[in-house]
């Protein structure tokens, strides 16, 4: 979905403008890439198994390259009957409306998702002389897509699940969320291709300090430099997403992080 002026404000009041920024200039998932170090993963260790020793995602790669909070509380609830937990009981269905002042036709809707292409054509562009409230709505119909297709992605991408919408009913606490990123994965010709450049890599093409480069610092959220977030970014811990959690492990010093690797790779 384009990224429109009217809703930057709400953007910025829930902590996503600078993804949504990133997302819309020059933020871009490699699919192939990603299933390539999938296909490393173990998740016995929760590190990614190289040629010449192992590596794994840091909250220091969240930060610099997604410019979210890696400090507040863990994006989890119940994905079985949530809707019968949300506030005051409410059906899910019920608060849908009452976010979007309207439900999406049958066909669209598959138990407790909403394909995405609803969400598409209904919220793509605001009306002219849209007023606060509908310009709010699209702005809540932007971060659902892109927490739901881009952040949170998954097999399911094409279907957007109402498990949102307790975070969408106050965009002004979204930024007391931490975030991190699951997976992918994709099957074609390009997976091949990538897998043969992690086979063919070296410790010479690791790029240990990607993120002292000018060009990356220009574009760095400043909020995440404070001191108080970045002693968390050697923290070892759990990451929690809904019944997805990863170990975040970063007490020993061969540990690196996989985001360099595409930075080298893009070099080849």
């Known amino acids: 979905m384009p990224l429109h002026e009217q809703i930057i404000p709400y953007l910025e009041t829930a902590g996503l403008y600078h993804l949504a920024r990133l997302n819309s200039q020059w933020f871009w998932i490699d699919e192939p890439l990603l299933s390539a170090f999938v296909e490393r993963w173990r998740p016995e260790t929760h590190t990614f198994h190289m040629p010449f020793g192992e590596c794994t995602i840091t909250l220091q790669d969240v930060a610099y390259q997604l410019g979210l909070p890696i400090d507040g509380e863990a994006v989890s609830g119940c994905l079985t009957d949530f809707e019968n937990l949300m506030e005051n009981g409410r059906p899910a269905w019920e608060w849908f409306r009452e976010l979007f002042s309207e439900l999406p036709p049958p066909n669209k809707v598959k138990q407790m998702t909403v394909h995405f292409t609803w969400f598409h054509e209904r919220f793509r562009v605001p009306p002219a002389n849209a007023s606060e409230e509908i310009v709010r709505i699209y702005a809540r119909a932007y971060i659902m897509m892109l927490l739901s297709s881009q952040l949170f992605a998954d097999k399911n991408a094409n279907q957007v699940h109402l498990r949102w919408l307790p975070y969408l009913a106050s965009m002004e606490d979204l930024g007391r969320w931490a975030t991190y990123l699951p997976t992918t994965d994709a ?40 001191e108080e977030h970045r002693r968390l970014w050697m923290a070892v811990t759990s990451l929690i997403y809904f ?22 790779l893009s070099l080849l």
């Open 187 to 226: 099957g074609d010709q390009r997976v091949v291709s990538a897998r043969l450049c992690l086979d063919r890599f070296h410790d010479r093409d690791f790029m240990w300090e990607p993120y002292s480069a000018p060009d990356v610092v220009a574009v760095v959220h400043p909020d995440i430099l404070i």
């Open 243 to 264: 019944a997805a959690i990863e170990w975040h492990q970063v007490d020993i010093e061969w540990y690196r992080s996989s985001a360099e690797f595409s930075i080298s």
